[in-house]
DNA sequence: TCGTGTTCCATACCAACGGTACGTACCCAG
DNA sequence: CTGGGTACGTACCGTTGGTATGGAACACGA
């Protein structure tokens, strides 16, 4: 790979110079710098638009190597993600530990991760070439065992609080009630990122999703129950 | 590609056959027949998966045809993108013409847009490949001249519909709120569309969805206002 | 310490891909 | 009938992800 002057009629002999800077340090360290630079390279140009040769080059290997310790391309991909993954899913907790209540713990929640939705290691590798790369299945598998799963206890956390049911809501209608949380502050994120002026922009989203919530909590002192997903058609108004 | 046992040794001379079934038929019919054919293979396979070569096969011409008409996979893949675009368009557009109270018309558009998200080729194209194929910015662009459009309006309506300020909406608040309302429906949507039960999920995404607009609506009732996205932090409680 | 299996990785190679260069058949204005 | 533009077909290229092969370094029991 474009290296067409080096070392060409000796194939048989051990060719000798294996590494300059002495590999083989500590146990399989090559693995976690392939993921390393791995990252970098899918966070700075994208999937698709990242060699298999860029990245053995840049972590100071062959491909050889990479092949050894992932089955392919997407699989690298896939421990890259991962990674990113757990980041953020570890920052988002680190941001709302302290939060009791559960309507203030939804707000820190939410600038929390529109925080990371900021990074753009997060948005390019999980939001934008996650789906695609890892089919929507995979992608939905690993979502939801890390920063999905966040967002789901808050909602569940907000909906018990809230004096609809006391305790018990339905498991499917939380799912779904998460899912449509998850999407909202997805989308404002992103868009929030690739916003002008990113901090007012954060802002608007926070007011827009606060008021929603808030709307949710008016409900809630109401004593309004939560919708019945067996009932027909009895959504708005 | 893929065909080494062919007229080989004869290079200058015409080479004659160049196709069995009359080619040139009318007014460049190939470069619809190219989408046509590219708008499948993309919804079956996805983006990355299909290659030229089977496009050109399936639409009865080569390469060369191909790159007259496109400057290249990504520039076929944009008109596919944009016809499908349109037609969805069209199809919620249809889905609430003869609706005329906005919270009326905000439910039947959600439940267009459930019904389109559903389609495996807006999945595949629009919602899965096209961010990722078109990058973020294109991406939005497109989106915001279609579908997007149409939920601005209708979240348009709500807002001066509600009691909040009599006419004027604040129109950067304003598209906060799509944003927020679009994202929550597009991510609903694809898991409604990869759902076990698709009907019964859709019904779940309407009621969640509903109950919402129902919060806000109790909200524009109550003579809450609006949030001012200049004032600080008073979102939620 | 000597095999011997296993881990780890380099080298060389391949088929398939997107893209390009160039030629040619056709149409139409002059 | 001729020149130029349109609409392709054909042949070829560089790069890509992936594979086959083999060797060097370690682990470890005999």
Redesign the interface.
């Given at each position: 790979m474009s290296k067409p002057a080096a070392a060409r009629l000796i194939p048989k002999v051990p060719t000798k110079v294996p590494r300059v800077g002495a590999r083989r340090t500590t146990r399989s360290s090559t693995k976690r710098e392939l993921v390393a630079v791995a990252e970098e390279l899918f966070a700075e140009q994208?999937?698709?638009a990242t060699s298999l040769d860029q990245i053995v080059g840049q972590a100071q290997v062959t491909k050889g190597a990479l092949y050894h310790h992932f089955s392919g391309k997407q699989a690298l991909f896939e421990a890259v993600f991962e990674r990113v993954e757990a980041e953020a899913r570890a920052s988002i907790q680190a941001g709302l530990k302290d939060q009791r209540?559960p309507?203030?713990k939804?707000?820190a929640g939410l600038r929390a991760f529109l925080d990371v939705v900021q990074q753009p290691a997060y948005?390019r590798i999980v939001?934008?070439?996650g789906?695609?790369?890892l089919g929507?299945?995979r992608f939905?598998e690993q979502e939801e065992r890390s920063t999905f799963a966040i967002v789901v206890e808050i909602v569940r956390a907000v909906l018990t609080a809230g004096e609809w049911d006391d305790g018990e809501v339905d498991e499917?209608?939380l799912q779904?009630?998460t899912?449509?949380?998850?999407?909202?502050?997805?989308?404002?994120g992103?868009?929030v990122a690739?916003s002008d002026d990113p901090a007012?922009?954060a802002?608007?989203?926070?007011?827009?999703?606060?008021?929603?919530?808030?709307?949710?909590?008016?409900?809630a002192d109401?004593g309004?129950p939560?919708?019945?997903?067996a009932?027909g058609r009895?959504?708005?108004?």
């Open positions: 994208g999937y698709p209540d309507w203030l939804a707000q948005r939001v934008l070439d789906p695609s790369v929507y299945e939905r499917e209608m779904t009630f899912r449509v949380f998850f999407g909202a502050m997805s989308s404002a992103t868009s690739s007012l922009a802002q608007r989203v926070e007011a827009a999703l606060g008021f929603i919530l808030t709307g949710l909590r008016s409900l109401a309004v939560l919708p019945d997903p009932a009895d959504s708005a108004r």
